[in-house]
C-alpha cells in the first residue's frame, strides 16, 4: 500500500525524494501517514481537497481487497 501511495503522490509533487510514508497498524484499522515537502501540501491537497479525496478513494477501494480493516490516509 505504501508503494501505491508513493506511486499516486510522486507525479504530483515537485520534490519527489521528500515523500514519506509511515503506517501504523491497529485491531481494527491501518492507518498511513503521508509527509511532503512543506511546499507541495497545496499540489497534494488539491482545490478544495478533491486531489486529497481522489487519492484516498483510490486507496481505499484497493485496502478493501487486500483486507478486512479499515484503511486511513492522513496528509501531514
Known amino acids: 500500500m505504501k508503494k501505491l501511495i508513493e506511486t ?22 491501518i492507518v498511513f501517514h503521508l509527509q511532503v515537502n512543506e511546499n507541495d501540501v497545496g499540489k497534494v491537497i488539491g482545490k478544495n481537497g ?20 479499515k484503511i486511513f490516509l492522513d496528509i501531514m
Do not use: F, W
Open 50 to 69: 478533491r486531489i486529497a479525496k481522489s487519492i484516498r478513494t483510490v486507496v481505499y477501494a484497493a485496502g478493501m481487497k487486500s483486507n478486512n480493516k
Open 8 to 29: 499516486i503522490v510522486e507525479p504530483l509533487v515537485d520534490h519527489p525524494e521528500d515523500i514519506v510514508v509511515t503506517e501504523r497498524e491497529e485491531e481494527s484499522k
